[in-house]
């Protein structure tokens, strides 16, 4: 038996009002359509390279994003012999088509038109596409004029972590806990005020609610049911931050600190990777 592989995968909450699995595929495949290059950090790169529509009648539409080195071909280079700035002759002799990237590496998604959860892939052989870099990637295509001008701005979040909410509420001592709430799909929330979120922020034309508790000067707070429910929504449509002490003490805590991330591992004996993916992405959907 080979030695496990890992998979993993980080979840991105994607907006559009008015929610219908016709304007979610429509979106992502726009997104592709783009075929514009991103800059994720550093000359790190990535863009949507790959898309499968054939399960869109589903609720699925699956592809790939593909990352790689953006090489400044223009710009200053470096003779690491002479360890002297390169001259002109040499640059001159170099030859890299502007249209080919180095150093690539493809990581799957899968997109639940019908959940508007997007599935992104984070680790592969080695390679890593960060939480972080996933959510720049969507969030800059999204912002693309022809996107908004057809969508209007689309709200993408990252799914958070239980764990990381229980790690601001455990601090200590809690001065201001502060919960935010983006304009969230209506089939997310459930229970009690929480239901209302929606329609409240449509009536009075509002993108966001946020909600701040500051402790009694010299105690802290405690969180209870209501907050506790608040904050679970925030995890997949906005973010908890929470001002308090621990043991080195005074801290700030976000949520957005600690993603939701599923992991997995396979024997690529037997599995593919995709496979794999697959298989972590069916776990996370159980959720």
């Keep these: 038996m080979a030695r496990k592989v890992k998979v993993s995968s980080v979840i991105l909450n994607i907006r559009l009002h008015p929610h219908t699995d016709e304007l979610y595929r429509q979106f992502i495949e726009d997104l592709f359509d783009l075929k514009q290059i991103v800059r994720l950090h550093g000359d790190r790169h990535g863009m949507i390279s790959l898309i499968d529509r054939s399960r869109a009648s589903e609720g699925t539409v699956t ?19 002479s360890l002297a700035e390169a001259s002109d002759d040499q640059v ?4 890299i ?5 180095p150093n690539a590496a493809s990581f799957f998604f899968h997109f639940d038109i019908k959940r508007h959860r997007l599935f992104v892939q984070n680790y592969s052989k080695g390679k890593v596409l960060t939480p972080q870099q996933a959510l720049t990637l969507f969030k800059t295509l999204s912002e693309h004029l022809d996107i908004t001008q057809k969508y209007t701005l689309a709200k993408i979040t990252l799914v958070q972590s239980q764990a990381g909410l229980e790690s601001l509420f455990s601090l200590d001592r809690l001065d201001r806990i502060t919960i935010t ?4 799909n209506a089939d997310i929330l459930s229970a009690n005020f929480v239901d209302e979120i929606e329609g409240h922020l449509a009536a009075i034309h509002a993108r966001k609610l946020t909600v701040s508790y500051v402790a ?3 105690d802290s707070l405690a969180p209870d049911q209501d907050m506790r429910k608040l904050s679970a929504a925030a995890l997949e449509n906005g973010n908890v931050e929470a001002i308090g002490r621990d043991g080195t003490g005074r801290v700030k805590r976000s949520t957005e600190d600690f993603p939701l991330v599923l992991q997995d591992r396979y024997d690529p004996d037997d599995t593919t990777e995709h496979q794999a993916f697959r298989r972590l992405v069916a776990q996370g959907t159980e959720d």
């Design 92 to 95: 001159s002799e170099v030859r």
């Design 216 to 218: 009694e000067p010299g």
């Design 97 to 101: 088509p502007r249209n080919l990237h």
């Design 63 to 81: 592809g790939t994003i593909t990352t790689f080195t953006v090489v400044e071909i223009d710009g200053e280079w470096f003779d690491a012999e």
């Design 181 to 184: 709430i983006m304009k969230p």
